[in-house]
């Protein structure tokens, strides 16, 4: 695996730096959270439910605000959800792309850009195809492609294979590895999972834990400290 940067050699994209958020209800979400990212690269956070990675990305995204501590980011950040229903919006491909599209674009360039957009998730020509026709991975391409389209250059992907079948989750991993190590442009993705050989796929992974990530190691290690846990609970159980 390819170290992050040394701190300072580099401006990093991304850096977090005792985050604490702390719900309405007094609720503890996150606490002294650290977090640096400081190249384009595919990088998974694992960890239990209710350990804050959820949250974590809501910052991130700007959808809440910290608690204490401070979180830059020099990219433009936008969420991929679980669920791609609670993101695509309007009927058509086409549509949904045109409503993310910066502004200031006359109308052959918004045509250009969403052809363009489609193109980059293997949906090309699908422009007028509705959104209820297409399959749980083709939504899930689509909203990658109107987060792209929108000028993110981070991606903040919140278990976005949670509800796919098997090869529709291949895809979504093969199109973030590959928008993420293309030679110009690359992206930057952040992508929680449970599914812990999704960690094989990535250029860093870290453990969240009570409101904290870990710092960052191979996914490939990661998944066998974590496989090696899990197997050592009674019953050797899969727990979520
Ligand atoms: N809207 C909310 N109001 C109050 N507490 C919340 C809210 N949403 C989440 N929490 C709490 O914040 C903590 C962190 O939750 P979060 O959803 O970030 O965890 P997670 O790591 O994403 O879990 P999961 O793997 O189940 O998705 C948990 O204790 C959770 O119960
Ligand atoms: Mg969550």
Known sequence: MQQPAAAGALTPLLRVRHLGFRWPNGGKALEHCNLEISRPGLWMLVGGNG??????????????????????????????????????????????????????????????????????????????????????????????AGAVASGASLLLLDEPTALLDPASQEEILALMAQLTRRREQPLTALWVTHRLEELERCDGAALMHNGKAGSWQSGHALRQQLERQLGALPGGGAKR
């Open 51 to 144: 350990s804050g990675k959820s949250t974590l990305l809501r910052l991130l995204a700007g959808l809440l605000q910290p608690s204490s501590g401070s979180l830059t980011c020099s990219c433009t950040p936008a969420l991929v959800f679980q669920n791609p229903d609670h993101q695509l919006l309007l009927p058509s491909c086409s549509s949904d792309l045109q409503l993310g599209l910066p502004p200031g674009l006359d109308a052959r360039e918004r045509r250009l850009a969403v052809q363009q957009a489609l193109a980059l998730v293997g949906l090309a020509g699908l422009e007028d195809r509705p959104i209820h026709s297409l399959s749980g991975g083709q939504k899930q391409r689509l909203a990658i």
